[in-house]
Antibody
Framework: QVQLQQWGAGLLKPSETLSLTCAVH????????WSWIRQPPGKGLEWIGE???????NYKPSLKSRVTISADTSKNQFSLKLSSVTAADTAVYYC???????????WGQGTLVTVSS | QSALTQPPSASGSPGQSVTISCTGT?????????VSWYQQHPGKAPKLIIY???KRPSGVPDRFSGSKSGNTASLTVSGLQAEDEADYYC??????????FGTGTKVTVL
């Protein structure tokens, strides 16, 4: 059974860099796309970007200049960095596994990241 | 890359059916058979219930069904149960290695 366990700082100040990591248990990074999705409080879901085992990445165009997704295959982990955060980046961030396009079958527990001065 | 449009709310009595629409464009929903649906209960992570327009992952009851016509995808929940009360989101491949979600629909079981 695949499980995703994520962690990272939950409170940031404006202009800081958001950093989250997701460990994949019970499966390998190989053969899948690994994404980050966020959900502002009380709002809908937003796809941020993805990486595959060969470290090919794709990002949402409007976030591309601030986002970096990386993977450490030796640790079976992947990470998200989002620079220059503002209050608009306040959200629950989820790490997810994708196989078929747009089909995310395993989700992390979510991390609430709050940006506040 | 705008969010797909869903009705804010839908409701039905136990045992009835409810259908949720998800409207996009020729660049996403109409252009690819990669539409998924997710169920999200309060405080929980979303759960995949439909992928590739109409396929159900293992363990998802056949009360959940999906379809697509043109730029609109639909999710039907038949035989509504109290546990089906949740938020539902659609998602579609939008080309050029991008993905878009719907605005979300809150389903209430009366």
């Amino acid at each position: 059974q695949v499980q995703l366990q994520q962690w990272g700082a939950g409170l940031l100040k404006p202009s800081e860099t958001l950093s989250l990591t997701c460990a994949v248990h019970g499966g390998s990074l190989s053969g899948y796309y690994w994404s980050w999705i966020r959900q502002p409080p009380g709002k809908g879901l937003e796809w941020i970007g993805e990486i595959n085992h060969s470290v090919s990445t794709n990002y949402k165009p409007s976030l591309k200049s601030r986002v970096t997704i990386s993977a450490d295959t030796s640790k079976n982990q992947f990470s998200l960095k989002l620079s220059s955060v503002t209050a608009a980046d306040t959200a629950v961030y989820y790490c997810v596994r994708g196989g078929v396009p747009a089909a995310y079958d395993y989700w992390g527990q979510g991390t609430l990241v709050t940006v506040s001065s | 890359q705008s969010a797909l449009t869903q009705p804010p709310s839908a409701s039905g009595s136990p045992g009835q059916s409810v259908t949720i629409s998800c409207t996009g464009t020729s660049s996403d929903v109409a252009g690819y058979n990669y539409v998924s649906w997710y169920q999200q209960h309060p405080g929980k992570a979303p759960k995949l219930i439909i992928y590739e327009v109409s396929k159900r992952p293992s363990g998802v009851p056949d009360r959940f069904s999906g379809s697509k016509s043109g730029n609109t995808a639909s999710l039907t929940v038949s035989g509504l149960q109290a546990e089906d009360e949740a938020d539902y989101y659609c998602s579609s491949y939008a080309g050029s290695n991008n993905y878009v979600f719907g605005t979300g629909t809150k389903v209430t079981v009366l």
